[in-house]
């Protein structure tokens, strides 16, 4: 069994930083990849970044490139997401995911392809 608890969520002004951790409670099976899904209230959960564990490919979506990173720290089994230069429309609730199964080339979007989830934490940016 694999569990995952992010923390490190809260409120920021616009143009503040956060950062994102997510620890990754490895019992049985091993992680091909690990993203970072973002929803807000009535809308869909939608993709930021993953990485996809073996090699440390990392992926971001449009609105959060140049501002997000995500990285790994194995020896910890930590996930981390940078979140800098903070924008309103970044205000959602932030999940950390896993996927136990390799995933190709362009998977690490779509949310169906991850199959363990952690509870989420809040991120509110006000302007």
């Known amino acids: 069994q694999v569990q995952l608890v992010e923390s490190g969520g809260g409120s920021v002004q616009a143009g503040g930083a956060l950062r994102l951790p997510c620890a990754v409670f490895v019992y049985t099976i091993s992680l091909y990849a690990m993203g970072w899904f973002r929803q807000a209230p009535g809308k869909e959960r939608e993709p930021a970044a993953a990485?996809?564990?073996?090699?440390?490919?990392?992926y971001y979506a449009d609105f959060v490139k140049g501002r997000f990173t995500t990285a790994q720290v194995k020896a910890e089994y930590m996930l981390y997401l940078q979140m800098n230069n903070l924008k309103p429309e970044d205000t959602d609730m932030y999940y950390c995911a896993a996927a136990s199964r390799p995933l190709a080339y362009g998977d690490w979007y779509y949310l169906t392809n991850y199959n363990i989830w952690g509870q989420g934490t809040q991120v509110t940016v006000s302007s």
């Open positions: 990485i996809y564990t073996g090699g440390g490919s990392t």
